[in-house]
T-cell receptor, first 111, second 112 residues
Framework: NAGVTQTPKFRILKIGQSMTLQCTQD?????MYWYRQDPGMGLKLIYYSVGAGITDKGEVPNGYNVSRSTTEDFPLRLELAAPSQTSVYFC??????????FGNGTRLTVT | ELKVEQNPLFLSMQEGKNYTIYCNYS?????LYWYRQDPGKSLESLFVLLSNGAVKQEGRLMASLDTKARLSTLHITAAVHDLSATYFCAVDNVDNDYKLSFGAGTTVTVRA
C-alpha cells in the first residue's frame, strides 16, 4: 500500500519558471490537501479538496493553482515561481480533515 | 481566525525525566490532533482527540484534551532518545470542517 506519493522529491527552479508538483493517493480518500512548511515553522494550507471536481483556497493560495479531476490525484501548479515559494511542500489525504496521511514532501528551491 | 499556540517551541529533555508540551487554541473546537515529524521527514499522526476529556496513550506519550480550557497537553514519560523529533498539534477550524490549523511545533531533543 503506497499511501500518499509525491513527486518530485527535490526541484530547483529559476525565477519565473513554472512546474507541477504531483500527488497521488491510493486510499480512496475524499479529502486532500497541499501544505507548505517553511524552516522552523508550522504548516500553512495552500489549497484543499473535499472530492473530485471540488477545490478551495487555504491560507496562502497566491501563486498556486490546483485541480482534482480524480479521487486519486491532486496536482499543485506553480506559475511564475518566486523566491518566496522556496519551501517544503506536503500533500496529505484523509477520510476526515484531521487524521491525515502525509506524503514525503517536495523540497523546492527558487533562485 | 483560529490561532494555535504551542509551548515551549524548543525542549531539551534529559533521558528518564518527564516533560509536558502545551497546545492552546483560540476558538471553540473539540477535535485536536498531534503529529510527529522527524528531521527531514514527513509528518506522522500520533493522536486523534475528539471530545472534551479525551485521553490517548501510546508508549511513553500521553495526550489529553480540555475543550473548555482550549488546551491539549502531550506528556512524555521517562524520555528516551528515540523521542527526539518535532511535535505539532493541529485543531479543526470550526468555521470550516475541512481545514486544520497547525501550531508552530515543539522541537524536542533528548540528551543522555
Amino acid at each position: 500500500n503506497a499511501g500518499v506519493t509525491q513527486t518530485p522529491k527535490f526541484r530547483i527552479l529559476k525565477i519565473g519558471q513554472s512546474m507541477t508538483l504531483q500527488c497521488t493517493q491510493d486510499m480512496n480518500h475524499n479529502y486532500m490537501y497541499w501544505y507548505r512548511q517553511d524552516p522552523g515553522m508550522g504548516l500553512k494550507l495552500i489549497y484543499y479538496s473535499v472530492g473530485a471536481g471540488i477545490t478551495d483556497k487555504g491560507e496562502v493560495p497566491n501563486g498556486y493553482n490546483v485541480s482534482r479531476s480524480t479521487t486519486e490525484d491532486f496536482p499543485l501548479r506553480l506559475e511564475l515561481a518566486a523566491p518566496s515559494q522556496t519551501s517544503v511542500y506536503f500533500c496529505a489525504s484523509g477520510v476526515t480533515a484531521g487524521a491525515l496521511h502525509f506524503g514525503n514532501g517536495t523540497r523546492l528551491t527558487v533562485t | 481566525e483560529l490561532k494555535v499556540e504551542q509551548n515551549p517551541l524548543f525542549l531539551s529533555m534529559q533521558e528518564g525525566k518527564n516533560y509536558t508540551i502545551y497546545c492552546n487554541y483560540s476558538t471553540t473546537s473539540d477535535r485536536l490532533y498531534w503529529y510527529r515529524q522527524d528531521p527531514g521527514k514527513s509528518l506522522e499522526s500520533l493522536f486523534v482527540l475528539l471530545s472534551n476529556g479525551a485521553v490517548k496513550q501510546e508508549g511513553r506519550l500521553m495526550a489529553s484534551l480540555d475543550t473548555k480550557a482550549r488546551l491539549s497537553t502531550l506528556h512524555i514519560t521517562a524520555a528516551v532518545h528515540d523521542l527526539s523529533a518535532t511535535y505539532f498539534c493541529a485543531v479543526d477550524n470550526v468555521d470550516n470542517d475541512y481545514k486544520l490549523s497547525f501550531g508552530a511545533g515543539t522541537t524536542v531533543t533528548v540528551r543522555a
